[in-house]
């Protein structure tokens, strides 16, 4: 399968817990996009590189959040001290820079904060 | 006033029906116009784009624009079962920002 993949799929944590999330995207993209979406919304940006220069992060982006793409290949999210509200589906996508419009979506990451 | 709206649903139709989905957006800057599809438990996949006001056609889907009345539609003709999703309609700016609607919930009736 080339398409892009996530893991964990699910994560169950205790509030207050970190949690990290990794993202490989199609391999010759190189932008890559974390999104959020919750419950009836649709995706909402939080952040994206271009290789592994971290270019735009979204005010939805708190300080407890970090994302990072080291060599411009794989990405992680990382969560600390997580809340109740950070319970959602993170998805991450991918696409070429000249397509930028068409963006390749992972399955996402489900995290549910307890 | 949000940027796009979209209704929620769920809109159920049976079998064969002819879907019409669509989408209202406030901001005139956006350039393309797009269809997501999203299944239970999955990531969007894009189903369709428009860069202008018109009418797109693939397959059994439709996409259409009207940029001075700021509304997109998108048309399913003939129906399947497998239609059965969540449709997420998306607009990308000059700075490249996607917005993306709440999504309709979508089922096909067998």
């Given amino acids: 399968d080339t398409g892009v993949s996530q ?3 699910h994560k169950i944590t205790k509030r207050g817990q970190n949690v990290t999330f990794r993202c490989d995207p199609i391999s010759e993209h190189n932008r890559l996009y974390w999104y959020r979406q919750t419950l009836g919304q649709g995706p909402e940006f939080l952040t994206y590189f271009q290789n592994e220069a971290q270019l735009e992060k979204s005010r939805l982006l708190s300080d407890r959040f970090s994302a990072e793409r080291p060599k411009g290949s794989f990405s992680t999210l990382e969560i600390q001290r997580t809340e109740q509200g950070d319970s959602a589906m993170y998805l991450c996508a991918s696409s070429l820079a000249q397509g930028a419009f068409n963006r390749f979506f992972g399955p996402g990451t489900r995290l549910t904060v307890l | ?17 002819i879907v019409s989905l669509n989408c209202t957006y406030s901001n005139s800057a956006f350039q393309y116009f797009m269809w997501y599809r999203q299944y239970s438990r999955k990531g969007p996949e894009l189903l369709m784009y428009t860069y202008s006001s018109g009418n797109k056609e693939d397959g059994r889907f439709t996409a259409q624009v009207d940029k001075s009345s700021k509304y997109i539609s998108l048309f399913i003709r003939d129906s399947q ?7 997420l ?14 999504g309709t919930r979508l089922h096909i009736l067998p």
Avoid: N
């Fill in chain 2, 89 to 102: 309609c998306a607009m990308r700016s000059s700075d490249d920002k996607i917005i993306f609607g709440k």
């Fill in chain 2, 81 to 87: 079962p497998s239609d059965s999703a969540t449709y």
């Fill in chain 2, 1 to 17: 006033q949000k940027e796009v709206e979209q209704d929620p649903g769920p809109l159920s139709v049976p079998e064969g029906a």
């Fill in chain 1, 7 to 9: 893991d964990p799929r």
